[in-house]
């Protein structure tokens, strides 16, 4: 096998699954009625609701009523980092699935990932996330947005088609609840990149992050253009915070700082052009545009996304 462990679990123990909601009770609920027919008996589902409105709260209390295995535990609004680390605190499963609510996990989910546990179980065990294709007005974009989605190809993997990387994304994460416990959970200062920020902790420490090829489930976040891009200068703000709290961090990591990123003078001239602003967003919506070639259209988008990430600026709301 192509990655060893030390041991072996003689049988798999309990899981429980911890999920973060902001107003998302729809989104939560459909997660929840995913996961229902997987669970065994003695799973457990923990919803953190994380300062949501009264009337999105009682939706989901309503939509969780008769869910014996669901948990629902709220907060006041302190951020995703803290809402994981409550779930995970509360827990009485010995290991622990997280997952957004904006994911659709497949029938097999669960059972893949007690599996990978079984054999790794001191590992800490990621998956690929694709974006979910729908009917509607911005269905290109979300095409494009397939294509950016992290699928590792080309890549060594064991027998059980697992790959040995060095990150993860908190889309879906599994690992053992005292490994976790053991080295701090998220950073509950960090307002984003706190995946990041522990999966750098985690490598540090000699842990295994393993990436499950086979174990592939779909983003049902049907942004358009706009939104994703606000959500990209939402990532920078909290690299840039992230770089406050851990101003080492930068220079282990130069390529995802985007102040540390250097450019030619006459290139970022030319990014500057293509910042995403009101324009943009006029000229993204007109018929001659998606009268572009696919190619073409998909080369914009990426211009327009990497350039406002790369120079907008941090503490600002850009267009």
């Known amino acids: 096998m192509f990655f060893q462990e030390c041991e072996c679990m003689e049988r798999m123990k309990i899981l429980s699954i911890v999920v973060p909601n902001f107003n998302g009770a729809e ?23 994380d ?15 008769a869910v014996q295995c669901a948990k629902l535990i709220t907060q006041e609004n302190l951020g995703r980092s803290a809402a994981r680390n409550a779930g995970a605190a509360l827990a009485k499963g010995e290991y622990l699935i997280f997952i957004d609510n904006d994911i659709i996990p497949g029938g097999g989910f669960v059972e893949r990932v007690e599996a990978v546990l079984s054999v790794h179980p001191h590992a800490w065990i990621t998956g690929s996330v694709v974006q979910k294709i729908i009917e509607c007005p911005h269905k290109d974009f979300l095409r494009f947005r397939k294509r950016l989605d992290y699928v590792p190809r080309d890549v060594a993997t064991d027998s059980m088609g697992l790959a040995r990387v060095n990150s993860f994304s908190t889309q879906q994460l599994a690992v053992c609840r005292q490994t976790f416990l053991r080295l701090g959970g998220f950073d509950e200062r960090l307002s984003d990149c706190e995946d990041f920020e522990l999966s750098v902790r985690v490598d540090d420490s000699g842990a295994f992050i393993l990436h499950d090829t ?5 983003h049902a976040d049907y942004s358009n253009l706009d939104q994703f891009i606000r959500r990209q200068i939402e990532y920078r703000k909290g690299r840039e915070e992230l770089k406050r709290i851990q101003p080492g961090i930068a220079d282990r990591f130069p390529n995802l700082f985007p102040g540390e ?3 030619k003078f006459w290139v970022q001239m030319l990014r500057r052009l293509f910042v995403y602003n009101r324009i943009w967003r006029f000229l993204i919506e007109h018929k001659i545009v998606r009268a572009l070639p696919m190619m073409l259209r998909y080369f ?10 790369l120079l907008s600026k941090p503490c600002s709301d850009e267009g």
């Not at 996961?35 to 457990?44: A, F, I, R």
């Open 51 to 65: 300062g949501s409105t009264p009337q999105s709260l009682s939706h989901l209390e309503a939509g969780l009523f």
């Open 214 to 218: 086979k174990n592939v489930v779909e």
């Open 27 to 49: 989104k939560t609920l459909k997660l929840v009625s995913c996961l229902l027919p997987q669970l065994k008996p003695d799973c457990e589902i923990i919803i953190v609701d």
């Open 300 to 309: 914009l988008y990426d211009l327009l996304i990497s350039s406002t990430f």
């Open 261 to 263: 990123i250097k450019m």
